[in-house]
């Protein structure tokens, strides 16, 4: 049964090969991106580059929505689903990640820490909205 947007989690969603993160700007207008996600219990995890805007913008809210996608960010299909995010440590979200997306996941992200430094990037962890 393919879930439907009142029984579709934030870990479904992170089985997808790619996911829509939208954060929220100061006015409240939405930003969406496009990221590799690996789903951990009933949470995801995200891992993207330490100064994007997309953390500056979760920093400040933490509200998020989440949905699958391509990796040019088309959606998909499937429902948004509302989550909280929150600035996990790189490494929790590194492993998550090449776990996932085997070989090609740890050489871009080794790529990333060579190019980079490995202070660069950072994890993000979207949790269910408690209701």
């Not at 991106?33 to 979760?58: C, E, I, Q, Y």
């Not at 492993?95 to 950072?122: C, M």
């Amino acid at each position: 049964m393919a879930p439907t947007p009142e029984t579709a989690t934030v870990a479904q969603v992170a089985a997808a090969q790619y996911v829509m993160l939208t954060t929220y700007k100061k006015d409240g207008t939405p930003v969406s991106a496009p990221l590799w996600a690996a789903p951990d219990g009933d949470d995801m995890l995200l891992w993207t580059v330490t100064d994007s805007w997309k953390v500056k913008r979760l920093r400040r809210d933490e509200r998020v929505l989440v949905q699958r996608c391509d990796v040019r960010g088309r959606k998909t299909g499937g429902p948004q689903v509302p989550g909280v995010g929150e600035i996990v440590d790189r490494e929790t979200a590194v492993r998550a990640i090449v776990k996932k997306y085997g070989l090609l996941g740890r050489l871009i992200v080794t790529g990333s820490a060579l190019r980079r430094g490995s202070a660069s990037t950072i994890g993000i962890r979207v949790r269910p909205v408690a209701g």
